[in-house]
């Protein structure tokens, strides 16, 4: 037993829940995948832990106004799997990496959101998507997005005693594209440096094109690159080769690289390695997602 | 996924109901709430195939199957698989009917100090079972979830890639689910029980440890001995011994009584010598029948090493002139290396016991000190005496040579 006692209740309603979280030094647990470590560790010794795992409602995974709905205990490796996630190319492209296989299997993506990790991949799928979190309290209920949840490493907007009750991704649109990469030690091992991207590509000479970065600040960094994308492909459009999308946007990935990078970096990669692969990386996913964008491809990572 | 039941708020030195299935057999336990799901396995159910590790999720080493899908027992307080069902490497495959993959890890060398082989089975078991058609350039990232500092992955890798093209179709379910009496390991073995929730995860491993009943496993037990030996003593005089089991106990060579659970449990020890070999057995005996002329005996223990053994016993005294006729009948079930050591020499040895148990009950019949009384050591005369007669059984002038040359320098070093 490494954790410090800790008192544990695992109530039935979300009602009974808030109620417990009232108190001093609770901790909601869902997966535990993120918190246990910690616990184990002790690096956090919270009075209580509130497990969430009996409540019905918050295990719903359903489709719901054009996107999907994933309740508070819905595990990542069923999300992955679920034949509607598929509606979500980025998400599916996210979770293989999202911790290992072995982790999926209790992990949840809510309870990777409400963690924020800043090296996490989710946190960053949530803001390059305009997912929409919602976050239950005695006050009642308010719904946060995801550009506002993440405030610094490990520190969301919700408050002690609210709780994540689920999270809505929408659905990609025709012309949407997608890209996904990140570099680890090992596959599953948090990021040194990850993308996501998303590009809208209705009008192929002006396309609007977001990069969520991660791994290389405090939370995830959102750039708008549409501009950036748009001088890539302003003379060919949908006809612009691959190769040729990113060796023009080789040229401006070092800035981009500059500004989103503000980690001190570790003994696993320096700020400059990191600065580097966002640059590779943003650069190849961006012109990836643009041709699937465009050609109606099958996104894979 | 299963859906656990509620729990009220439990203080941090209570303890909390779980039930659920570890290979097929249920359990309900009480247990306090930052116990994490490996200890409970290991300690409390005496599955020690569950390997620790980092004990904060990097090594993969604990990896089990929760409701068919590979987590990691020490990221998981045990009382959070209320309601699971649970598979570990002791549900994967028997002693001599392995699972495909421990077979294919056997053949490809895929273990070498077979610290991380759990892990790596249970979840390569989960990889192939939703995912057959996984290729081979894809299993180094599948897999990346379990460390092995020996191996370097490629054989584990040819290992699982072997399984995975012969089982496209489906991989073999696990081979060794069933109800099985799961005993915990000794409170002894637990240090500094200092602040109360430890003292109260002891008293539980003590309340624990008698099962409502110990179950054998199906199918053909390691050896079945059946040994019938003639008593001088009077069939009332054997039966005294018989309803003494402080006496009887005296008895049995190397056994040990620790504890009387009442009802006609016991817990004890049985130790067995054989040369270097030491195997001390820590376990429970159940008297179903206990009658002046007959006994009809369930046990079950765990020797340090891992291994396990259980055994059914009929014992049957039969008046015989003046004498008593004294039949034993068991059946014994072997797991872990004391399996490996040779069926029929762990046989004779076995027989040799019996032998020595009645030589042993006639004396104490007779008033007299059994013989056999807790000393262990007659398990080298035990291990001499079954290769002589090994000897006998084989004949011939120059074995019985041979023989009394053996006995010869035995008497000498006495």
Sequence with gaps: MKPAPFEYVRPGSVDDVLSELGRDGAKVIAGGQSLVPILAMRLARPTTLVDINAIGDLGVLTSVSKGLHVGATVRQRAVQHDPTAARIPLLRMALPWVGHRELRSRGTVCGSLAHADSAAELPAVACCLDATITVASPRGERLVAASEF????????VQPDELVTSVHFPYATTNQGFGFAEIARRHGDFALAGVAVRVDARDPFRPTARVVCFGVSDKPVVRDVSAWLASAVATEGAETPEMTIRASLSDGSA?????VVDTVGDAHGSTAYRRQLIAALSSRELARAYIRATQDQVETT | MSMPRTVEHTAADGQVSVEFSVNGTPVSLRIPPRMTLADVLRDQLGLTGTHIGCEQGVCGMCTILVDGEASRACLLFACQVDGSELTTVEGLGKPD???????????????????CTPGFLMTSYDLLDHEPDVQREDLAAELSGVLCRCTGYRNIIDAVDDVACNYREGLPEPKNLGHRTLIGRSPVAMTGARDESTAAAAAVRI??????????????????VDVTSTLESSIEDVGRVFSDVRLLVRCLPGAELTDELGDEWYRGRARVALGPIRLSFNGLAHLLVHESDRMHVLAQGNDASGGQAQAEIQFLAVSDGTGTRLQADARVFLVGRIAGFGRSLAGDVARRMFEDFATAVDQAARGQEPSADAKPPSAFRILIATLLDRMRRLGGHRRATARRQLENRLSEKR
């Design chain 2, 97 to 115: 009917d392995l699972h495909p993959l421990q077979e294919s890890f056997g053949r490809h060398h895929g273990l070498q100090c077979g610290f």
């Design chain 1, 255 to 259: 800035d981009l690289a500059d500004d």
């Design chain 2, 207 to 224: 309340d624990g440890v008698r099962p409502d009943e110990i179950q054998l496993p199906t199918g053909e037990p390691t050896m079945s």
């Design chain 1, 150 to 157: 993440f405030v610094a490493a490990m520190t969301t907007s």
